[in-house]
């Protein structure tokens, strides 16, 4: 249990004794006489009327500049940073780390995408992270169900779902994460088979008939006689 914690509970034990004690000492006190109503008090005077403020202005009309981080800012500033809108609650820092918007000065109106990352994870993960404009991430993981060419079926090898080899002159598709020979089979109770066939081999063609060749009759160039 962490400091914090015990605090927390040693002060609710302190509040609910003294509770207890009040309540208990107040109940134990006799009723009071009723007291004399008091004099009414004189109506005060009006108060003057205050100056008229300057005309606010309208959403479209607030000027947002962009940061330079370099730079420190008056209290009341209104900039465009990482997709989204901020505004400084005081005189800024420069702003050296981008996503200590609070630490520097800056606190966020509108939080906006600052950026999308996409990256992959092995080979059939693909990792999409989301950042914005408060520096938040939020990371997407989404598995891809394309298939992956493995070559010849190895008989020690482990296949999972998408993997695709070649055996016996077919290609087959494995459904499932197994080691087993591909072959056709039929599913069942809802399982899917280990294997389904992609490609399958085609017949063997007739051999070529041999053909005889017949000598060719010499071109005769000239004039005949």
């Not at 209290?75 to 609070?102: I, M, N, Q, S, Y």
Request: charged share 30%.
């Amino acid at each position: 249990m962490n400091i914090e914690a015990l605090a927390d509970r040693v002060f609710g034990a302190v509040r609910d004794w003294c509770e207890r004690e009040f309540d208990k000492r107040l109940a134990a006190l006799p009723p009071g006489e009723p007291g004399r109503d008091g004099v009414n008090g004189q109506d005060g005077r009006d108060g003057r009327d205050g100056q008229e403020g300057a005309p606010g202005r309208d959403a479209l009309q607030i000027e947002a500049i962009v940061i330079d981080e370099t730079r420190s800012y008056r209290r009341g500033t209104w900039a465009r940073h990482a997709g989204g809108l901020v505004r400084a609650f005081r005189t800024t820092d420069p702003l050296t780390d981008p996503a200590a918007l609070e630490r520097c000065g800056w606190e966020v109106m509108v939080c906006g995408l600052a950026g999308i990352e996409v990256s992959e994870v092995g080979e059939r993960e693909i990792k999409t992270v989301f950042r914005m404009t408060d520096g938040m991430a939020c990371e997407y993981v989404r598995r891809d169900k394309g298939l992956i060419p493995r070559g010849p079926w190895r008989e020690k090898g482990a296949y999972e779902m998408g993997d695709v080899v070649t055996y016996d002159n077919s290609s087959w598709v494995c459904m499932r994460e197994t080691s087993a020979r591909p072959m056709a089979t039929k599913p069942q109770d809802d399982v899917p088979p280990d294997w389904r066939l992609l490609a399958k081999k085609g017949t063997d063609g007739n051999k070529p008939m041999p053909t005889e060749l017949k000598p060719r009759t010499p071109l005769q160039v000239g004039v005949p006689s």
